[in-house]
């Protein structure tokens, strides 16, 4: 079952902590993820052409925490 939750910035941080195996995801661009970003995160571009593939790519059965920069 996927389970999805907007987390606030201590949230994240504590679910994160909880759950070591899980992984990082910053979806933001690659400027924007050059920039400043959270140690161990892979980067998916949301506006990159191949998003969608690299997103299908990702194996269902980890769990995933999801950064961008407009939370949406």
């Known amino acids: 079952m ?3 939750k907007e987390l606030n910035p201590d949230q994240f941080a504590h679910s ?3 759950h070591p195996k899980a992984i990082l995801l910053d ?6 993820f050059e ?6 995160a892979l980067n998916i571009n949301v506006q990159g052409l191949d998003f969608h593939e690299q997103i299908e790519n ?3 059965h980890n769990a995933y ?3 961008c ?3 949406g």
């Not at 979806?27 to 924007?32: F, G, I, L």
């Not at 920039?35 to 161990?40: A, I, K, R, T």
């Open 58 to 60: 990702l194996d269902p």
């Open 16 to 18: 994160m902590q909880a």
């Open 35 to 40: 920039s400043g970003h959270l140690p161990g």
């Open 2 to 4: 996927n389970e999805i």
């Open 27 to 32: 979806v933001r661009t690659p400027e924007e």
């Open 65 to 67: 925490f999801v950064y």
């Open 69 to 71: 920069r407009s939370g």
